[in-house]
């Protein structure tokens, strides 16, 4: 059994997080005790409040095997107003109050406890105990008193920090050096880019890790790594949800993050000691390529959702649609990028004619490995509009129909542009007449090319047999 406290581990001499971005983080701290020979306790604090205590071990870095862990627990009633009362019932109390301008103090048993406290009036030091009951040395009973409480002593059991107890059987007294490690969640981490247009052809990006931090545990000067990659996990865990950088273009600082492949997921280390305090949001430089190429497309799908896109009522016949627009780009070497991109949110800017930074839109990449193209969807044309509709049914058999389809592209821009019509095809179907050729990009669908000069109009019809 656990009994009185034999030695402290002091602070951590070393410290290293790795943070997963599912909410959760894995902690490595060296830290060292003075033991003495036989059965202790040992007590270590400053861990996370929202540690896993399955999840903790302790090895001897110094002298291993030198001790066993019989017992370990974890400790978190921290101090409280409202965990001091709860513990204090059963005990003598004194309330301070004032009453028509008199002070008045009441002193007696507490027999009830609040459960919270309801609130501090602005400006006051006025709390309201919602549920208190105390009886008082001449007999009354009082409820929900009005004022502030005095208790003699702190109530047994009750910590500063949430703390860690083991307890330990050592074979040799001295002092040893350990290695703590433990999850914890509250902590997690994103990526967000930025995406600058030149307006030919061109784009800067430059890419930010964010770390929230809300474990309850501070780490100072703690090695940081990320962890990107979709890490299976046992569902009562969860919260409520290559090549290495300096063989490429994009690149952090120095003193960045380091990325290198580690199973099936990719590690970023952080190439300097960083803090990340509790409840802090911290932003760290993680990539930056200053010029990409990119490429616009203007897409017009109106048969199905594509990307985020819904057909409105009435896209699908005669009414007006405006083609999607996305901005694309190979994560490649010969682009200037070439590691693999953590997921997040890329947010594209271009600069107008006076030189501002104007935003276009924005949109979220999936992990994408290096090599992969990224297609990010920005919003949609102003000045390039279409109509579709069919211009001919026929049944030629109970399973067998013919349809004609007729989609007008306007083109109200003085540039040219080029728009990828996509149409979606299902079942056994062929086209028996074209008005151009097309591409299958896959078997339910076909697209055409169509290239306009500035204010051109032009229609793209195609005649399609189904069979089912």
């Not at 959760?24 to 033991?35: A, Y």
């Not at 990526?191 to 964010?210: E, H, M, P, R």
């Not at 297609?375 to 000045?383: K, Q, T």
Request: overall charge neutral.
């Amino acid at each position: 059994m656990i009994g009185m406290i034999a030695a402290v581990a002091l602070a951590p001499t070393f410290s290293e997080v790795t943070v997963y971005n599912q909410g959760f983080g894995l902690v490595k701290e060296t830290r060292t005790m003075t033991l003495k020979a036989g059965r202790q306790t040992v007590a270590v604090e400053d861990v996370a409040a929202m540690i896993e205590p399955t999840s903790v071990s302790i090895v001897s870095k110094s002298a291993p095997g030198s001790f066993e862990v019989l017992e370990q627990n974890y400790q978190y009633d921290l101090i409280s107003p409202e965990a001091i009362l709860n513990k204090s019932v059963g005990q003598r109390v004194r309330f301070i109050r004032t009453l028509a301008g008199q002070r008045d103090v009441l002193e007696g048993i507490l027999i009830s406890a609040p459960t919270a406290i309801v609130g501090t009036p602005e400006g006051g030091n006025i709390r309201t105990y919602n549920g208190m009951v105390i009886r008082t040395d001449d007999g009354r009973i009082v409820l929900n008193p009005t004022g502030e409480i005095e208790v003699r002593e702190v109530p047994a059991g009750l910590i500063s920090k949430p703390t860690l107890l083991w307890d330990l059987e050592t074979k040799r007294a001295g002092e040893n050096t350990v290695e703590l490690s433990y999850l914890t969640r509250g902590i997690t981490w994103s990526s967000d880019y930025v995406l600058t247009l030149d307006g030919a052809g061109k784009a800067a990006i430059q890419g930010w890790v964010t770390i929230d931090n809300q474990s309850g545990a501070t780490f100072e000067n703690a090695k940081l790594k990320l962890l990107a990659g979709d890490v299976n996990r046992v569902p009562e865990f969860r919260i409520m949800k290559r090549e290495m950088m300096d063989a490429v273009a994009a690149r952090a600082a120095p003193g960045g993050f380091q990325e290198e492949s580690l199973f099936e997921y990719h590690l970023y280390t952080l190439q300097r000691p960083a803090t990340v305090r509790n409840r802090e949001t911290k932003q760290i430089s993680l990539l930056e390529a200053p010029q990409i190429p990119v490429q616009k497309r203007l897409i017009l799908d109106a048969m199905q959702m594509f990307g985020r896109y819904v057909p409105s009522e009435g896209e699908i016949g005669t009414g007006t649609i405006n083609p999607q627009v996305r901005i694309e780009f190979n994560n490649d070497q010969a682009s200037g990028l070439g590691m693999p991109l953590p997921k997040g949110r890329v947010r594209v800017y271009q600069r107008d004619q006076s030189g501002s930074v104007q935003m276009l839109g924005e949109d979220s990449i999936d992990h994408t490995p290096k090599n992969e193209r990224v297609s990010l969807v920005v919003g949609r044309s102003f000045d390039v509009v279409a109509n579709r509709r069919r211009t001919e049914f026929r049944r030629i058999n109970d399973r067998t129909v013919s349809e004609t389809f007729e989609i007008e592209l306007r083109n109200r821009k003085e540039v040219p542009e080029t728009v990828y019509v996509l149409e979606r095809r299902y079942g056994d179907w062929r086209v028996t007449a074209k008005s151009q050729e097309f591409t299958k990009p896959s078997a339910e669908a076909l697209q055409f090319a169509v290239t306009l000069k500035p204010n051109e109009v032009k229609k793209v019809t195609y005649t399609v047999e189904t069979r089912w």
